[in-house]
């Protein structure tokens, strides 16, 4: 149970307080995540995760008439999302898509990416890159800069040009562990010189510092958000830290370590003050608007980790409006 | 004390660190805070927050070599703050500030008067209202309402124009409990059909929902803030709701409340996550950007309610930099 009090409940609507209220915690969390997330556990927890989903994504997909296929792209699957019409002036357009759940969980046809597809009405593209434990850090960031290179190099099979994709054509979107991920793949794209994918970044509760810093860390760590701190960080250390160990303050591991300039692409980060990754949206938030970013942060009162893919809840719509707004901008 | 793990440490400046480290709390305050917060005690409570105060305001008054006289608009004592120089583009402008205080301390030179003159540069019109509980709500924002209609429709006395200000020139700008007051008086304005001032509005840990709803005001109401919330509702509930009674939703009274338009003041408001009016922020930054009004949300990791009047705490240094920026874009 997380805790609702009164005077919490009467800032939230009716929709966000039956969610809250619902929320069953494991039992004894912080001693029981070490086992919870172990190795051996994940494809246990890959079953739960992805049978509890099944429902709502098949909802959406039929709902917004979605197409779905998997193609390959420098060896790695994509699945590749597009809504059944598409505006003109984003006919052009893609949404580079890295999903999250931990490193270890999660599929590239998520809520995240579908609702994106149905509501930025552009085709997404979506990295389903190796997990962890099987494929550790950074294996899934390389994937998806391998994408990244040949979709902006030689083009995307089966887009509607033959040729490179137009980087300002291309949005990215990283939804919670699948931003740190992202973040990381922009840096390594800058630094072997790149273009910047620069229609738009939009972080969805990222997950940017695996140190465990933060003061979200802290207070959103039990009894407030939608998962215990201590499993993504069973997740994260015991599955996604490479064998050889990494200091968890490595800029490409944590990226809210890194540098930025202001050939960073302009970027609109979502977190909700329940959220354990409201220290790393805020945190984010001024290290790009330091380095000359365009950047927006969109906080939502009383929200948990991933909110804003509730089909229901007013807050999430209001959030998802906000940052296609932003997205659109670029038009 | 306020709880600091190593975890929230090391996402703060040394200087932050520091000032969270040596706040004290009364101890069992929500037990005494009634009692501390009662009428009588208001007396001393205002003596030993101006002591404290007294020297950081005259080291600013000196470093800035900052000019303040008292003058008299519509009956009620206003603070001009002058700095030494004035740029030629902001010659015309003028700040109108409500101070804060839990609506029974605080003076009309405090730090956040007295910054903003010296690194907006420009006059300050600081109201020096009367307090709770000598004067209870409305009183404040009443004469608050006539200073503002007297320069807008007939001047400042000691201006450099002797004519009506005009409104494009005018800032504003509330903390605390003086957010309430302003953001009230410019409903009551609204309705009196005078202009609205809309060169920008400064909402600094704004108190804009006296019912005592919302997430931080439970997260942060112990040992994360500078003062317990129970102080604050105290010091509202005993000396300002007016005799009569008030309905806490009141939207003149808890102006979260309230409907917006369009022609509301472009907006920006600071806030910190151990803010106890972090919610108050996030809250009426939806709403004004529901309403269409320009709206900015500065929310900074681990801070304190007013933490960016801080002279020497970087993240304060930034805050007040980034609003100084957003105030600017209107010249």
């Given at each position: 149970m997380v805790t609702l009090t009164e005077a919490q409940k009467a800032a939230l609507s009716p929709e966000a307080v039956n969610f809250l209220s619902n929320i069953r915690h494991i039992p004894f969390a912080a001693t029981l995540s070490p086992f919870l997330t172990s190795p051996r556990r994940i494809p246990g927890l890959r079953r739960t995760f992805r049978d509890r989903a099944a429902a709502a994504e098949a909802e959406l997909v039929s709902k917004h008439r979605l197409q779905l296929r998997e193609i390959t792209i420098a060896g790695v699957p994509v699945v590749v999302i597009e809504p059944p019409t598409i505006h003109t002036a984003k006919q052009q357009k893609i949404l580079f898509n890295v999903h999250g759940g931990g490193f270890v969980l999660g599929n590239p046809d998520d809520r995240a990416a579908l609702t994106m597809a149905a509501e930025l009405g552009v085709r997404v593209y979506s990295i389903n890159y190796t997990k962890a434990?099987?494929?550790?850090?950074p294996v899934a960031r390389d994937q998806c800069l391998a994408v990244y290179r040949t979709l902006v190099c030689h083009g995307a099979?089966?887009?509607?040009?033959?040729?490179?994709?137009?980087?300002?054509d291309i949005y990215t979107m990283g939804s919670s562990s699948g931003a740190q991920v992202l973040v990381s793949m922009l840096l390594v794209a800058q630094r072997e010189g790149l273009p910047m994918p620069t229609a738009g970044l939009y972080l969805c509760?990222?997950?940017?510092?695996?140190?465990?810093?933060?003061d979200s860390m802290v207070t959103n760590a039990?009894?407030?958000?939608?998962?215990?701190v201590s499993m993504l960080i069973g997740m994260a250390s015991q599955n996604y830290v490479p064998d050889r160990g990494i200091?968890?303050?490595?800029p490409l591991y944590s990226p809210i370590y890194a540098d930025y300039t202001a050939s960073f692409p302009r970027t609109v980060i979502t977190v909700g003050t329940?959220?354990?990754?409201l220290s790393h949206g805020v945190r984010f938030f001024w290290k790009l608007r330091d380095a000359g970013v365009e950047v927006d942060l969109l906080v939502s009162e009383g929200m948990w980790h991933g909110?804003?893919?509730?089909?229901?809840?007013p807050e999430a719509l209001r959030a998802r409006a906000a940052v296609v707004k932003f997205l659109e901008r670029s038009l």
């Open positions: 434990p099987e494929a550790k850090f099979p089966g887009g509607t040009s033959s040729g490179p994709i137009d980087p300002t509760a990222p997950a940017l510092d695996l140190s465990g810093a933060g039990f009894d407030r958000d939608l998962l215990p200091d968890a303050r490595d329940r959220d354990f990754a909110f804003n893919w509730d089909p229901v809840v």
